[in-house]
């Protein structure tokens, strides 16, 4: 079993719509929470980060985090067509630096 | 202001081959990354560098696979003896590497497809 969870997709919404994304974790000693998007043949590019449990939000996105759940969130409002990428959670410990993601979840926002 | 370049973007390997891929980091950054991404995977971390000093190799899936970063800056991702299984996108990212506390943002590259027939 994987230490960190995430649905593969793909999610397919129409334009305007709200998209929801998640992934469990199985380590308690992932401390840091980051969501990445990466576009076809391109490298991931952050989008958010948090720390401690709740809610960060920056524009159209809102980033949850449960630690009691072992259980991260990101939410897109107002989806557009450009959104529509591969969207992968990841995690890093305290201690270290290195990051582990989840496998990633395809999204295509439909015009 | 270039971003973290990487080459080359497409390598074709037959099996047996050596390979190399360069990675190429923001100037000035002090943190390098290696990680493979399987097709329809996340990233897996592979090793990290801290300037010259190569601090954690723990993902290198085999005496196969070398890193190096002789001068602090770029880096050298070589693979021996190339096995079907190693075909994968392999990416490298950079970061300041202050050492404060909190997540210091990994910038990524766009990857080496690599192809092992």
């Known amino acids: 079993q994987k230490e960190v969870e995430q649905d593969p997709g793909p999610l397919s919404v129409p334009e305007g719509a709200i998209v929801s994304l998640n992934c469990t974790y199985s380590?308690?000693?992932?401390?840091?929470f980051m969501w990445y998007r990466q576009y076809s043949r391109k490298g991931p590019e952050l989008l958010m980060y948090?720390?401690?449990?709740g809610n960060k939000e920056d524009g159209r996105f809102t980033a949850q985090v449960d630690k009691s759940s072992k259980y991260i969130s990101l939410f897109i409002r107002d989806s557009q067509p450009s959104d529509s990428a591969t969207y992968l959670c990841?995690?890093?410990?305290?201690?270290?630096?290195?990051?582990?993601f989840g496998g990633g979840t395809r999204v295509l926002v439909k015009p | 202001g270039a971003g973290v370049s990487q080459s080359p973007r497409y390598k074709v390997a037959k099996r047996g081959q050596d390979v190399a891929l360069r990675c190429d980091p923001i100037?000035?950054?002090?943190?390098l990354f290696w990680y493979q991404q399987a097709l329809g995977q996340g990233p897996e971390f592979l090793t990290y560098?801290?300037?010259?000093?190569?601090?954690?190799k723990s993902g290198l899936p085999s005496d196969r696979f070398f890193a190096e970063r002789p001068e602090g800056s770029v880096s050298t991702l070589k693979i021996q003896r190339t096995q079907q299984e190693d075909s994968a996108v392999y990416l490298c990212?950079?970061?300041?590497?202050?050492?404060?506390?909190?997540?210091?943002?990994?910038?990524f590259g766009p990857g080496t497809r690599l192809l092992v027939l």
């Open positions: 948090t720390y401690s449990s």
């Open positions: 990212a950079s970061s300041l590497g202050t050492g404060a506390p909190g997540v210091e943002t990994q910038y």
């Open positions: 380590n308690s000693a992932f401390q840091y």
């Open positions: 100037s000035g950054h002090v943190s």
């Open positions: 560098f801290q300037n010259e000093a190569q601090l954690d």
């Open positions: 990841a995690m890093r410990k305290a201690a270290g630096n290195k990051l582990t």
